[in-house]
């Protein structure tokens, strides 16, 4: 079973920092395109970062450029997001998900994400 477990959120001030981890199971990395997600009360699920495993090609938000990074740790299967000057717009719950489809165009649909792990919640006061 490809299983993903997300942790990491909490609450910060605007311009601090968070890292979300997300831990996967049940199958192998360089198989999958790992995503993080995130969706804000009243708002559609949006892409924060995707990255292509079959060639490293990442997709970066435009609202989260030179903020946000993503990291994997393929000896521990996990995935992190590493991210700097939040902003109260950043509040949201964040999902990662998996993705067998590798074409990079196609990884900012959430549809393309068979495989989520429950979210986080991530919230910047101002």
């Known amino acids: 079973d490809v299983q993903l477990q997300a942790s990491g959120g909490g609450l910060v001030q605007a311009g601090g920092s968070l890292r979300l981890s997300c831990a996967a199971s049940?199958?192998?990395?360089?198989?999958?395109?790992i995503g993080w997600f995130r969706q804000a009360p009243g708002k559609e699920r949006e892409p924060v970062i995707c990255?292509?495993?079959?060639?490293?090609?990442?997709y970066y938000a435009g609202s989260v450029k030179g903020r946000f990074t993503m990291s994997t740790d393929n000896a521990k299967k996990t995935v992190y997001l590493q991210m700097n000057s939040l902003k109260p717009e950043d509040t949201a719950v964040y999902h990662c998900a998996a993705s067998s489809t590798l074409i990079l165009s196609s990884l900012r649909n959430s549809d393309q994400y068979a495989h989520w792990g429950q979210g986080t919640q991530v919230t910047v006061s101002s």
């Open positions: 049940g199958f192998t990395f360089d198989d999958y395109a």
């Open positions: 990255i292509n495993s079959d060639d490293g090609s990442t």
